[in-house]
């Protein structure tokens, strides 16, 4: 067990409300991530941070945005849900980021109507 | 072409055989390979880390073939409870990103 705690673990909503899932670790690892998996596609990483208020963007992380204003959570917010965003959306950790193995969380399923 | 590329399977053999799944990577300045675990409807869990020499754990064997740009994993004397896709993972030089593979999904019949 990583100590990664996702939340909702699902979650129906809405075209154009927006939604916000939340990864906390207990281990304060310095690198989270958040990827998105479907079918075809494997994991896609959306954003990533490497530390406190620092982030960057993976490959698919239009129509979403995060923050980590504290070492043990990291927030994905989609600002206004599309279909397209239904979908499977894991939280990840590393101890040291590049050349280190990733951790995962339980995921969530989110399904925007 | 895709930086990581696995046949997506199924592979479907009986208990007690044996399997190997090869992974191709596309950047030759990798560094770090791993295999991931993934159950159905289930988060991707860490199998083994894959090194230059090739290494073991139990009845699986991971191998690094640099010239070639691939990673194989060997799982011998297959059980039911290996029924799952298997994620070939790499590192890009650095960079704090891994880049995952879509899978190969193994089924293992009684």
């Known amino acids: 067990d990583a100590g990664i705690t996702q939340s909702p673990r699902h979650k129906v909503t809405e075209t154009g409300t927006p939604v916000t899932l939340r990864c906390h670790q207990t281990e304060n690892h310095r690198y989270m991530y958040w990827y998105r998996q479907d079918p075809g596609h494997g994991l896609r990483l959306i954003h990533y941070s490497y530390g406190v208020k620092d982030t960057d963007k993976g490959e698919v992380s239009d129509g979403y945005s995060v923050s980590r204003s504290k070492t043990e959570d990291f927030l994905l917010t989609l600002e206004s849900a599309t279909s397209s965003q239904t979908s499977v959306y894991f939280c990840?950790?590393?101890?040291?980021?590049?050349?280190?193995?990733?951790?995962f969380g339980d995921g969530t399923r989110l399904s925007i109507l | 072409r895709k930086e990581v590329e696995q046949d997506p399977g199924p592979f479907n053999v009986p208990e007690g055989a044996t399997v190997a799944f090869n992974c191709t990577y596309s950047n030759s300045a990798s560094q770090s390979f791993f295999w991931y675990r993934q159950d159905c409807r289930k988060e991707p869990k860490l199998l083994m880390s894959?090194?230059?020499s090739g290494n073991e754990d139990g009845r699986f064997t991971a191998q690094l073939n640099r010239a070639s740009q691939y990673i194989s994993l060997l799982i011998r004397d297959s059980k039911l409870s290996d029924s799952a896709t298997y994620l070939c993972?790499?590192?890009?030089?650095?960079?704090?990103?891994?880049?995952f593979g879509t899978g190969t999904r193994l089924q293992v019949f009684p």
């Open positions: 990840a950790i590393s101890t040291q980021g590049s050349n280190q193995p990733q951790h």
């Open positions: 894959v090194y230059s």
């Open positions: 993972v790499v590192n890009g030089w650095n960079t704090d990103k891994l880049i």
